[in-house]
């Protein structure tokens, strides 16, 4: 089956800077969705992404589609973007959804 | 709008008991996914019900069945209960489905078994 594999798996930042996560999957997906998942398990939903790019305020995010990658684009973190960050896709021709294991976020004040 | 709802929030169970999770979709949602998230793991597919049918699973024994009813709310049952379930459980509701649309989660049932 399809593989979901991000990177990096743990990391630790200091309040004010910049990060990249990226997401990369084995196969066609028909979507793509990045989560925030809060010290308290819910996860919330940061973009609807199958491809192209798209920004919410200081979070971006850019999916590639032909290569086969997602990237989630960080600015000026906050203490509150901590968390776990997934990303979830179904693959082509599937009913099925693939968590990724998640990207780990420190920010530290 | 009212948000996906989840009950209960937290659960306590003994092995080879049977446990009933309860999920609301979103307003306006007629599609329902649940999953098991593991300690430390991302959330894994357990199935999906659109219109009062399963419509996609995952791979989970059929001790994971579910129900989806005419308000679209659905209820996630698990019987003879292993240690190995203790996990987060999580419900997501969407308008189209997984293939085609935005996933909205709930904050979640928490079952420890002992």
């Known amino acids: 089956g399809i593989q979901v594999e991000q990177s990096p798996p743990d990391l630790i930042l200091q309040e004010g800077a910049n990060s990249t996560l990226r997401c990369n999957f084995s196969?066609?997906?028909?979507?793509l969705q990045w989560f925030h998942q809060n010290p308290w398990g819910q996860l919330i939903n940061l973009f609807y992404i199958p491809s192209g790019t798209k920004q919410n305020g200081r979070l971006s995010a850019t999916t590639v589609a032909t290569e086969r990658y997602s990237l989630l684009y960080i600015s000026s973190s906050q203490t509150t973007d901590s968390g776990v960050y997934f990303c979830?896709?179904?693959?082509?021709?599937?009913?099925?959804?693939?968590f990724g294991k998640g990207t780990r976020l420190h920010i530290l004040p | 709008e009212t948000g996906v709802t989840q009950s209960p929030t937290h659960l306590i169970k003994t092995r080879g008991q049977q446990v009933t999770l309860r999920c609301s979709s979103q307003s306006g949602h007629n599609t329902v996914s649940w999953y098991q998230q593991a300690l430390g793991q991302g959330p894994q597919f357990i199935f999906q019900y659109y219109r009062e049918e399963e419509n996609g699973r995952g791979n989970f024994p059929p001790r994971f069945s579910g129900l989806q009813f005419p308000n679209y709310s659905s209820e996630l049952n698990v019987n003879a209960l292993e240690l190995d379930d203790s996990a987060l459980y999580l419900c997501?509701?969407?308008?189209?489905?997984?293939?085609?649309?935005?996933?909205?989660f709930g904050p979640g049932t928490r079952l420890t078994v002992t």
């Open positions: 196969d066609s997906v028909n979507n």
């Open positions: 979830a896709v179904t693959p082509d021709r599937d009913d099925k959804i693939i």
């Open positions: 997501a509701s969407s308008l189209y489905g997984l293939a085609d649309d935005e996933q909205y």
